[in-house]
């Protein structure tokens, strides 16, 4: 698969704030990638500076091998799915709909049956005559999706497109957006804060914080191997623990918890000293004894279908653990004295 | 009028229903004194008989309205034919009045549009400064001008000064006055309409036509300029009736050719020469030929509306 979209060393300044230090990614054809970061990380402003709405500082963007850093927006094979949708409101959906293929010069009664064939995409042929402001968010939202589709991209440039609709919508639109992107063939950069969305959805993702990326991989990848501090503690729930590294060899580093507990765990870097350990909470069994760690329970938090624990090692250290809700379980008691068997290989060294 | 709190409590309801007729009837009263009641006096004068030394007798007569419309000849007892005097300052008028609109458009839209693209905390200011000249008198704007345009005035000694020209620009008493003067007057109505639909304006919109291939000018066109247009008619409406109906531009920086409705009803109320019933029945065509007009924009902005 060729590379959709290069973006290489890509620096963007505001005066003197720096919101892109040279970023570096490449986007394959026919993927599914996002952007994920919390808000100020840069993701909105690379996703702007592909479809031209913010001028390139530093660096270069090619799209599908063509340099467009000078390239006005409109002449631009992409297109976007807004935040708020930003679909006219003068228009009827079918002629929003339409709008692209209008610019792009297609007869009339043509892109009245692509824009209707878009339309029958998002479920949406009933309202071809209504206005905008007529649509449910949810509708508003399909439009949005199939106005940016019509002209049919090479690429499709999607910023936060869910964060303002309601959970369960936003949890159907989720599938639908990715069996779109797999009917459809079309790569999609897709922009978010939302973890959840980006795990589900993505082939591959890329984690930014600072106006760096932090990471590039795929949702499996960040979850479990997490390159660095920032990736362990922003994709999904984590123990971070303070640990030593008292010893390095074959790729495997001995650490040694607050508690003077020690661990053997696959290590980044050869480095010693002072490091961060994350362990995943679902990652840990209980047991009565024996086991890598001990700790005293503090809490026992009902979840339904989980229970969390959550409890102190000797060393002052904080850990929490998530098991399956089962009648099987021996559901410990706070005070009680219990060990925690990691999985192999769960707990990971990390860089901070 | 079934509804849940007045099933459970009418009186207190048809209460609350005397107390809305008796807080609306201050703007009654005001649009009664104020608008009803000079509009009915007008149409009563316009077909009262006209009294020697100005006013009227309270005697009905259609002798007005005749004297727009019909030629008797000079002693009144020719065949009547289209008396074209009065018809055709009503056309110069319309003209001059939608050339002041269409300058004011120009000029005013993008200075709308700069104004309403600034950084909010300094809209305020910029709205400020549009506004600061009218807080002098129009009476004193209009004779300011004329001082400034006159043959020996600041603008034709500086454009002399530079040798730009030789000889004064004759500006004074010419269509070009009556126009400056009607642009200076009636600019910010244009301005302000349009500032207020401006920066409503979601700017996504241009950013989502650029975005489906639209260059900047389509962009404009396609999107912006239907998007604000209750703006730009709103100020269209509030540049053109005033000018048609303006009297102290016409009066002070034009001259006999550029005579306009304004002038033309201001002098019929005007000492012993006016006539009142003829200024009224001017009055009411001028405010019939508006109101056609803003009946025809209503409908059609209706239409827009339904399509």
Redesign the interface.
């Known amino acids: 698969m060729s590379d959709a979209i290069d973006i290489r060393r890509v620096v963007k300044r505001y005066g003197t704030f720096v919101a892109l230090h040279g970023v570096s990614l490449a986007i394959r054809d026919n993927e599914f990638f996002t952007l994920l970061g919390p808000s100020g990380c840069g993701k909105t402003t690379l996703l702007r500076m592909i479809?031209?709405?913010e001028d390139v500082t530093e660096g270069e963007i090619l799209l599908f091998g063509q340099n467009i850093a000078g390239l006005?927006?409109?002449?631009r094979p992409?297109?976007?799915v807004?935040q708020?949708y930003?679909?006219?409101?003068?228009l009827s959906v079918l002629d929003n709909v339409a709008?692209?293929l209008k610019?792009?010069g297609v007869p009339e009664a043509e892109r009245r049956r692509r824009a209707g064939q878009k339309l029958e995409m998002v479920h949406l042929s009933a309202f071809a005559d209504r206005q905008p402001a007529q649509l449910s968010g949810g509708q508003q939202q399909r439009v949005a999706l199939a106005?940016?589709l019509a002209?049919e991209p090479r690429a499709l440039l999607l910023d936060e497109p869910l964060s303002a609709l309601d959970l369960k919508l936003r949890q159907a639109m989720r599938v639908e957006l990715k069996q779109l992107q797999e009917e459809t063939g079309i790569t999609f950069i897709f922009v978010t804060h939302d973890q959840e969305e980006a795990l589900t959805m993505s082939d591959r993702i890329a984690v930014m914080s600072a106006g760096h990326v932090q990471q590039i991989g795929t949702a499996r990848d960040m979850y479990e191997a997490p390159v660095n501090r920032f990736v362990a503690d922003f994709i999904g729930e984590t123990n971070l623990l303070q640990v030593d590294v008292a010893s390095v060899a074959g790729g495997m580093a001995r650490v040694v918890l607050p508690g003077g507990h020690q661990l053997t765990c696959p290590a980044a870097s050869d480095a010693g000293g002072q490091h961060h350990l994350s362990i995943r909470p679902e990652r840990v069994s209980l047991v009565a004894s024996g086991g890598d760690l001990e700790v005293t329970v503090e809490r026992v938090v009902y979840l339904g279908t989980d229970l969390q624990i959550l409890a102190r090692l000797d060393g002052g250290a904080d850990v929490h653990v998530r098991i399956q809700n089962s009648a099987r379980i021996a559901v410990p008691s706070v005070g009680d004295r219990i060990g925690l068997r990691i999985e192999e290989g769960a707990a990971r060294l990390l860089v901070d | 009028m079934a509804g849940p709190l007045s099933d459970h409590t009418p009186e207190g309801s048809g209460g609350y229903r005397g107390l809305v007729g008796a807080l609306l009837l201050p703007t009654w009263i005001a649009i009664g004194v104020f608008l009803v009641l000079p509009v009915a006096l007008m149409a009563v004068y316009s077909v009262l008989t006209k009294e020697f030394r100005g006013g009227v007798d309270w005697q009905f007569s259609l002798a007005a309205y005749d004297q727009f419309f019909l030629n008797r000849g000079l002693f009144g007892d020719e065949p009547p034919v289209l008396e074209w005097t009065y018809i055709a300052i009503f056309l110069r008028s319309i003209w001059q009045a939608l050339l002041a609109t269409v300058f004011c458009l120009l000029i005013g839209f993008p200075t709308a549009w700069f104004i309403a693209t600034r950084p909010a905390a300094s809209r305020g200011i910029w709205l400020f400064l549009i506004t600061i000249p009218y807080w002098v008198n129009l009476l004193i704007r209009t004779v300011s001008l004329k001082f400034l345009i006159r043959d020996n005035g600041p603008l034709n000694e500086a454009l002399i000064g530079i040798g730009l020209i030789d000889s004064p620009l004759p500006l004074v008493n010419t269509n070009l006055a009556v126009q400056l003067g009607l642009f200076y007057s009636y600019l910010p109505f244009m301005v302000l309409p349009i500032y207020a639909a401006v920066e409503r304006y979601?700017f996504?919109?241009s950013?989502?036509?650029?975005?489906?291939?639209?260059?900047r000018w389509?962009t404009l066109r396609?999107?912006v300029l239907?998007?604000v247009r209750p703006g730009i008619v709103a100020g269209c409406l509030l540049v053109f009736i005033p000018s048609l109906g303006a009297f102290l531009a016409p009066d002070l920086l034009g001259g006999a050719k550029t005579f306009m409705i304004g002038s033309l009803i201001d002098e019929q109320f005007k000492g012993s020469l006016g006539n009142w019933p003829f200024g009224a029945a001017v009055s009411m065509i001028l405010m019939t030929l508006v109101m056609i007009a803003l009946l025809v924009y209503a409908r059609s902005a209706a239409k827009g509306e339904a399509a």
């Open positions: 479809a031209g709405f006005e927006p409109n002449r992409v297109n976007t807004f708020h930003a679909l006219f409101p003068h709008f692209g610019m792009q106005r940016a002209p | 979601n996504a919109l950013e989502a036509a650029a975005d489906l291939y639209a260059s389509v396609e999107i239907p998007i």
